[in-house]
C-alpha cells in the first residue's frame, strides 16, 4: 500500500506562485510514475502534469505549460509541482497520483492506483 501525504497550496493573488508537495510512503518511489491532477469546483477532474519513473518524461496539459513545473527527488520520496504566474482559472484541489504500472497514458486518471488528500489552491484576480 502507498500512503500520498501532500502539502503546500493555499491562497494567491493572479500571477503569484506556489509549491505542492508529495511525500509517498514507499521504499520504491523510484518505480513510480507520478501525476498531478486538478478538479475545479464544477469541472471534471482534469490532468495538470506527470513525471515518469523510468525515463522521467514529463507531460504538462496545454493549459499550464510554460507556467508550472512537476520535479521528483527520489531521495526524498517526493514529487513536486512548482506553480508560477498563476490564474484564477487554476483555482481548484490539486491532487498527486502515483502508479506502477507500465505503458499508462500519464494524462488519464485511471491508471492511477494511489492518490492524494487534495490540497486547495485558490488565485484571486
Known amino acids: 500500500q502507498v500512503q500520498l501525504v501532500q502539502s503546500g497550496g493555499g491562497s494567491v493573488q493572479a500571477g503569484g506562485s506556489l509549491r505542492l508537495s508529495c511525500a509517498a510512503s514507499?521504499?520504491?518511489?523510484?518505480?513510480?510514475?507520478m501525476g498531478w491532477f486538478r478538479r475545479a469546483p464544477g469541472k471534471e477532474r482534469e490532468f495538470v502534469a506527470a513525471v515518469r519513473w523510468r525515463d522521467s518524461t514529463i507531460t504538462y496539459a496545454d493549459s499550464v505549460k510554460g507556467r508550472f513545473t512537476v520535479s521528483r527527488d527520489n531521495a526524498k520520496n517526493t514529487v513536486y509541482l512548482q506553480m508560477n504566474n498563476l490564474k484564477p482559472e487554476d483555482t481548484a484541489l490539486y491532487y498527486c497520483?502515483?502508479?506502477?504500472?507500465?505503458?499508462?497514458?500519464?494524462?488519464?486518471?485511471?491508471?492511477?492506483?494511489?492518490w492524494g488528500q487534495g490540497t486547495q489552491v485558490t488565485v484571486s484576480s
Open positions: 497520483a502515483a502508479t506502477a504500472r507500465l505503458g499508462v497514458v500519464v494524462s488519464a486518471a485511471g491508471p492511477y492506483d494511489y
Open positions: 514507499v521504499r520504491t518511489f523510484s518505480l513510480y510514475t
